[in-house]
Nanobody, 113 residues
Framework: VQLQASGGGLVQPGGSLRLSCVASGQISGTNPGGWYRQAPGKQRELVATIDSGGNTNYADSVKGRFAVSRDVVKNTVYLQMNSLKPEDTAVYLC????????WGQGTQVTVSS
């Protein structure tokens, strides 16, 4: 199983980005997935998850601003990030749960004016 994350970049405070995580290999489009982030000097933080039934959960710090979704056919998990703040700056990593934990390579998100 391989995960390819994309969509990061530099955005001004208040802006939006959409991250994508495409899975290939022996994993179903309905396998649960999630997004973590890691900022310099901070612990890795679980940002959002989506389970096999499509139910979602969010860290308190992103509730109401971020939305996780998926396309089962494309085997892709998305993270829509709105109203971005400087404290959202981090490397964002996607994860899919299956027989093992599968990690993507990470995509940098920088929120700065």
């Amino acid at each position: 199983v391989q995960l390819q994350a994309s969509g990061g970049g530099l955005v001004q405070p208040g802006g939006s980005l959409r991250l994508s995580c495409v899975a290939s290999g022996q994993i179903s489009g309905t396998n649960p997935g999630g997004w973590y982030r890691q900022a310099p000097g901070k612990q890795r933080e679980l940002v959002a998850t989506i389970d096999s039934g499509g139910n979602t959960n969010y860290a308190d710090s992103v509730k109401g601003r971020f939305a996780v979704s998926r396309d089962v056919v494309k085997n892709t998990v998305y993270l829509q990030m709105n109203s971005l703040k400087p404290e959202d700056t981090a490397v964002y990593l996607c994860l899919r749960w299956g027989r093992y934990d599968y990690w993507g390579q990470g995509t940098q998100v920088t929120v700065s004016s």
